[in-house]
């Protein structure tokens, strides 16, 4: 059974650094094909695609986010982490990170977790 | 980079009527690479379809995907109760990665 979970700060501060982690279970990130990715959603509005990382440590990037994102993974404490620097207003979103079987498409997503950017 | 124009915004049906929604891409999009995910409130995306025609697992078979090229399309043969929520049609490229459509919201009439 397939599971992950976010966990990270719920309120941070304009121009602030925001790490998040996603802790799964259920698989190996060390499995030829897969990948962990992190999504966003701003309240009421549409899923947009942050980052994700391979099995083999290949990492991509959104275009427009990519001088303020890192995605790295620890594959013997099954848990992947995303970094966002200068953090601002337009960042609150809830973040979910997701499973992929082969990158292209998340099958297994977390719960997600809400981040809220105010001084 | 490939947009995702989901049409329409919104699909006022009832029970047992039959669901049909779009999705075009400004560019080819390779099959294999597009996918449908259902989101209902303050919950998580869901996994409808892969490959643009495949269920993914425990999807029930009322839930269709077809399409090719430019012109997708996701249709819920019966809607139920449980599938009035928002769908967003997804797609895997070179970069970004991943591009989503804005979705369609289905809601009771």
């Known amino acids: 059974q397939i599971t992950l979970k976010e966990s990270g700060p719920t309120l941070v501060k304009p121009t602030q650094t925001l790490t998040l982690t996603c802790t799964f279970s259920?698989?190996?990130?060390?499995?030829?094909?897969?990948?962990v990715g992190w999504i966003r959603q701003p309240p009421g509005k549409a899923l947009e695609w942050l980052a994700l990382?391979?099995?083999?440590?290949?990492?991509r990037y959104s275009p427009s986010l990519k001088s303020r994102l890192t995605i790295t993974k620890d594959t013997s404490k099954k848990q992947v982490v995303l970094t966002m620097t200068n953090m601002d207003p337009v960042d609150t979103a809830t973040y979910y990170c997701?499973?992929?079987?082969?990158?292209?498409?998340?099958?297994?997503w977390g719960q997600g977790t809400l981040v809220t950017v105010s001084s | 980079e490939i947009v995702l124009t989901q049409s329409p915004g919104t699909l006022s049906l009832s029970p047992g009527e039959r669901a049909t929604l779009s999705c075009r891409a400004s560019?080819?999009?390779?099959?294999?690479?597009l996918a449908w995910y259902q989101q209902k409130p303050g919950q998580a995306p869901r996994l409808l379809i892969y490959g643009a025609s495949s269920r993914a697992t425990g999807i029930p078979d009322r839930f269709s995907g077809s399409g090719s090229g430019t012109d997708f399309t996701l249709t819920i043969s019966r809607l139920e109760p449980e599938d009035f929520a928002v769908y967003y049609c997804q797609q895997f490229g070179s970069s970004p990665l991943w591009t989503f459509g804005q979705g369609t919201k289905v809601e009771i009439k």
């Open positions: 997701a499973h992929s079987a082969d990158g292209s498409s998340g099958d297994y």
């Open positions: 560019q080819s999009v390779s099959s294999s690479f």
């Open positions: 259920g698989f190996s990130l060390s499995t030829s094909g897969v990948g």
């Open positions: 990382i391979y099995w083999d440590d290949d990492k």
